[in-house]
T-cell receptor
Framework: NAGVMQNPRHLVRRRGQEARLRCSPM?????VYWYRQLPEEGLKFMVY????????ESGMPKERFSAEFPKEGPSILRIQQVVRGDSAAYFC??????????????FGPGTRLTVL | GESVGLHLPTLSVQEGDNSIINCAYS??????FIWYKQESGKGPQFIID?????DKRQGQRVTVLLNKTVKHLSLQIAATQPGDSAVYFC???????????FGKGTMLLVSP
């Protein structure tokens, strides 16, 4: 049973380019969460999605960032016109249901975005 | 505002010692706390959790203590091993779903 998968693991972009980060949740999981981690910081919540719906995007920057979780395929976190401050590790987590149980949420290995 | 934070950024111990990692939170409405372990290059891994109606919970070699009076959480690791070396985060949630607020992290270094 594969865990949460994220790709690419490492992504390098120049300022002004677009970054697309993908997250495939665990089999049977329909809830996805995206977090951003700056160096030597804890993870910061960005957005919570269910299939085809954004449930909570209170942590998403108002501009340039968007997320989707289509009926088929992975969840996508899209960053347009990247800036150096977007450099961070982006983690995805998934769960099978609405839950606050830590042992029912599973994190992926993260995508490390570097903006030159 | 609400925050979850840690007292010590780095903790160095000898193999076999017991380790204690501390965490403070400021929101008394927090009702569920989780400890995560994050190894280099990996995502957070669940260790143990505790609800606000408890003050202690034990797992395998780990114990979490919750002191609601002073809003303090700790993770105790018994007989620390080199494989325990990682960054440890506390996290809290108050909602009906799992939007987590993470603390800054403590790096645990275990020397053989």
């Amino acid at each position: 049973n594969a865990g949460v998968m994220q790709n690419p693991r490492h992504l390098v972009r120049r300022r002004g380019q677009e970054a697309r980060l993908r997250c495939s949740p665990m089999k049977g999981h329909s809830h996805v969460y995206w977090y951003r981690q700056l160096p030597e910081e804890g993870l910061k919540f960005m957005v919570y999605l269910q299939k085809e719906n954004i449930i909570d995007e209170s942590g998403m920057p108002k501009e340039r960032f968007s997320a989707e979780f289509p009926k088929e395929g992975p969840s996508i976190l899209r960053i347009q016109q990247v800036v150096r401050g977007d450099s961070a590790a982006y983690f995805c987590a998934s769960s099978p249901r609405v839950t606050d149980r830590g042992n029912e949420q599973f994190f992926g290995p993260g995508t490390r975005l570097t903006v030159l | 505002g609400e925050s979850v934070g840690l007292h010590l950024p780095t903790l160095s111990v000898q193999e076999g010692d017991n380790s204690i990692i501390n965490c403070a939170y400021s929101n008394s409405a927090s009702d569920y706390f989780i400890w995560y372990k994050q190894e280099s290059g990996k995502g957070p891994q669940f260790i143990i959790d505790i609800r606000s109606n408890m003050d202690k919970r034990q797992g395998q070699r780990v114990t979490v203590l919750l002191n609601k009076t002073v809003k303090h959480l700790s993770l105790q690791i018994a007989a620390t091993q080199p494989g325990d070396s990682a960054v440890y985060f506390c996290a809290e949630t108050r909602g009906g779903y799992s939007t987590l607020t993470f603390g800054k992290g403590t790096m645990l270094l275990v020397s053989p």
